[in-house]
């Protein structure tokens, strides 16, 4: 039963078996483990992990494809369990914890996603996407250079992240025009987290790279005057891609005891 990719999906199947043995080992699923696979697609990674678990959630949105996944295991099913609809909408919390997620995540709505899984950072022991190699160079990136932003630091102050693998547009049909790479996200304990308000550190953090290249002067003057740059050690006139998660953090806990 062919199926043919369909654009408004971002849909990409990944075909390499090399890379996909890659990326199960990277995983390495036990048997034991909840675990949800967003974008089954194809099967590439669906296939091998059933092999090693004893179930395997998926989410799916294209009919055409939860249609083949119910020929190939239908429902209901011990072994494969399919939840059809947009995985930005999908409770996560329904699921097993502690919960692992991994997936090829389409690349048009990848940092919604990475936003919306993180609101289950608690729930979660571990993630693993395939994402667009660009998107992931932003997550890993340190301050100081042309990566780092706003995605770097609301992941980064919640996530340990590694990259993990390159895979080239090659090892997909139809090939992207991007190079990919997987990436592996850890929740940080509970204790490690510095920020406690955070709305506000999102806030802070918005704004500040809203004007990326204009100083935090001007950037945070909603936020911090004068005396609170000096309070905090900080130079205003830094801009945000110098700025730790940590100063963003501490910026955020200043402001919150004042509020």
């Not at 036990?30 to 669906?46: H, N, R, W, Y």
């Not at 997550?139 to 100081?144: F, I, L, W």
């Not at 999102?202 to 909603?222: E, S, W």
């Amino acid at each position: 039963m062919s199926h043919q990719a369909k654009k408004r999906f971002g849909q990409n199947f990944l075909v390499d078996e090399g890379i996909i043995a890659d990326i199960v080992a990277a995983i390495n699923p036990k048997f034991e483990d909840s675990m949800v696979e967003i974008g089954p697609g194809l099967g590439a990674l669906t296939r091998p992990l059933l092999k090693k678990l004893k179930c395997l959630h998926v989410v799916e949105i294209d009919r055409d494809i939860i249609e083949r996944l119910e020929k190939e295991h239908p429902q209901p099913n011990e072994k494969l369990v399919i939840h059809a609809g947009d995985a930005l909408k999908f409770d996560l919390g329904l699921l097993p914890t502690p919960l692992r997620i991994v997936g090829n995540l389409p690349y048009n709505i990848s940092s919604p996603l990475l936003f919306r899984f993180a609101e289950f950072a608690g729930r979660i022991t571990d993630m693993h996407f395939m994402l667009q190699d660009e998107v992931v160079e932003r997550m890993v990136a340190e301050p100081s250079t042309p990566a780092y932003g706003r995605l770097s630091v609301m992941l980064q102050y919640r996530f340990y992240m590694e990259k993990l693998l390159d895979v080239p547009p090659e090892s997909f049909r139809p090939q992207p025009k991007v190079n990919s790479a997987i990436v592996r996200m850890i929740p940080l304990p509970t204790d490690q987290i510095m920020v406690k308000n955070e709305a506000l550190f999102a806030r802070i953090v918005g704004a500040a790279f809203g004007q990326r290249r204009k100083t935090l002067r001007n950037t945070l003057r909603d936020f911090l005057d004068e005396s609170g740059f000096s309070a905090l050690g900080i130079d205003p006139q830094l801009r945000a891609e110098n700025l730790s998660v940590a100063a963003f953090s501490k910026i955020a806990s200043y402001l919150n005891g004042k509020v």
